[in-house]
């Protein structure tokens, strides 16, 4: 199975250039749960109807020298529709609508199983939860906020068995001016990680009828 979309949130948009490993931690000043940029980006996040965006996905993995680099598109409308499509080596387009998921790899729609859905389900739940400023991922863990330059940074690490087999870490960073998630980072337990950056961002503009019809 082709896990580039949850190995990305999963993206969950939905996060840090190198991982957590490089970047050094005295640079980072904790904030609580109710700091002012923290409420904000929740309010901003709440507010969005719609999102469009292009993005590029990076898979670092430990057996290969270099990055495994995807171009993309995102799209999101409330409620409970999304987009995510990555056209590298191996197309795949993971396309959500009031909770259904269909999904296509290598230009063929994928028939998916019980165990898919149920991955899918929870990359679902992961997704429709970051576009609302929560970051539970669903199994109670709570997140850790900071400022680190210019950025607000919430690192979320899952506690469930489920998730903390396949997951150490995520971290989301959004811009302190706007407050826009523009990176997403999955840091696996093997150490692989994935590096998701979100550009031109376009909100509340209507979306394309095919976008959310035709996979």
Partial sequence: MNFNFLSACSAMVLTAVLGA???PQDTRTPIKADHELVVRMKAVAKSARTI???LT?????????EPQISPGT????????????LNGAQP???????????????????VLGEVDRKIYAG???????????????????????????????????????RLGKRFKQMELRF?????????????????????????????????????????
């Fill in 21 to 23: 490993a490089t970047v």
């Fill in 57 to 65: 996905q990076e898979k670092h993995v430990h057996y290969l020298k």
């Fill in 123 to 161: 990359v679902n739940d992961m997704v429709m939860k970051i576009m609302d400023g929560e970051h539970t991922l669903g199994d109670g863990a709570k997140p850790k906020y900071f400022i680190e330059n210019d950025d607000l940074l919430v690192l979320i690490m899952p506690t469930a068995s």
């Fill in 74 to 85: 995102f799209a999101y409308e409330r409620p409970g529709k999304f987009r995510w499509e």
């Fill in 175 to 215: 811009a302190k001016a706007n407050l826009h998630l523009y990176e997403m980072t999955t840091i696996e337990a093997d150490g692989d990680r994935t590096v998701v950056k979100f550009s031109a961002p376009v909100l509340d503009q209507p979306v394309p009828l095919e976008v959310f019809t035709k996979l």
């Fill in 92 to 110: 795949t387009t993971i396309l959500t609508v009031d909770g259904n998921v269909r999904v296509k790899e290598n230009g063929k729609e994928k």
């Fill in 52 to 54: 469009q965006c292009t």
